[in-house]
């Protein structure tokens, strides 16, 4: 069974940073992608970004520019770098591992005034 936990979510003003890290108990290299979601209060879970086995990365619109995904294969860590935080980025951000996928808890962002 593969166990996935992120970790690093907390409170932060808008404009600031955070740094999400996402520990899996088994090779990353096993998976097509590794993914980070994103669900608001009475909202629906949505993709944000995306890792795939070669390297390349994808972004939602919405976070362009702000967020910066990357994984450490030797240490079977994935990451999420995010920058200039918004009120909208409020949010549980969950790690997704492979098509399956598997999840892990999340972690609670949340970004004040």
């Known amino acids: 069974q593969v166990q996935v936990a992120e970790s690093g979510g907390g409170l932060v003003q808008a404009g600031g940073s955070l740094r999400l890290s996402c520990s899996v108990s088994?090779?990353?290299?096993?998976?097509?992608?590794m993914d980070w979601y994103r669900q608001a209060p009475g909202k629906q879970r949505d993709l944000v970004a995306t890792?795939?086995?070669?390297?390349?990365?994808s972004y939602a619109d919405s976070v362009k520019g702000r967020f910066t995904i990357s994984g450490d294969n030797a240490k079977n860590m994935v990451y999420l770098e995010m920058n200039d935080l918004k009120l909208e980025d409020t949010a549980v951000y969950y790690c997704?591992?492979?098509?399956?996928?598997?999840w892990g808890q999340g972690t609670q962002v949340t970004v004040s005034s």
């Open positions: 088994t090779s990353i290299f096993i998976f097509t992608t």
């Open positions: 997704a591992a492979g098509t399956r996928p598997y």
């Open positions: 890792l795939t086995r070669g390297g390349t990365a």
